[in-house]
């Protein structure tokens, strides 16, 4: 059974910093691209940053120069290093799995980050 647990969302103010992590289970980690993705309220969910198994990286623009993602193989980890939060960065983060072959996709829970004052 595979899941995606992620930890380290909660409430921080402007400015604040927060770093996310996922730790999959079920799953060959070395195999994946990893992400995260957003949704905030009233909002579809978009991509907020990726790491392929190569450890290529990407980022949406609203995040570029401020989140950073990496993974770590021998912890079977992905993080998201979050700096200068602006409220616009309130959403629920959930982190994916994609296998690099056959495009398997899976999700976790989900975990709240509130940017507020």
């Known amino acids: 059974q595979v899941q995606l647990v992620e930890s380290g969302g909660g409430l921080v103010q402007p400015g604040g910093s927060l770093t996310l992590s996922c730790a999959p289970s079920?799953?060959?980690?070395?195999?994946?691209?990893m992400a995260w993705y957003r949704q905030a309220p009233g909002k579809q969910r978009e991509l907020v940053a990726k790491?392929?198994?190569?450890?290529?990286?990407s980022y949406a623009d609203s995040v570029k120069g401020r989140f950073t993602i990496s993974r770590d193989n021998a912890e079977n980890t992905v993080y998201l290093q979050m700096n200068s939060l602006k409220l616009e960065d309130t959403a629920v983060y959930y982190c994916?799995?994609?296998?690099?072959?056959?495009?398997?996709?899976?999700w976790g829970q989900g975990t709240q980050v509130i940017v507020s004052s």
């Open positions: 079920g799953i060959i980690f070395s195999l994946y691209h």
């Open positions: 994916n799995a994609e296998h690099w072959i056959s495009g398997t996709n899976y």
């Open positions: 790491i392929t198994k190569f450890d290529t990286t």
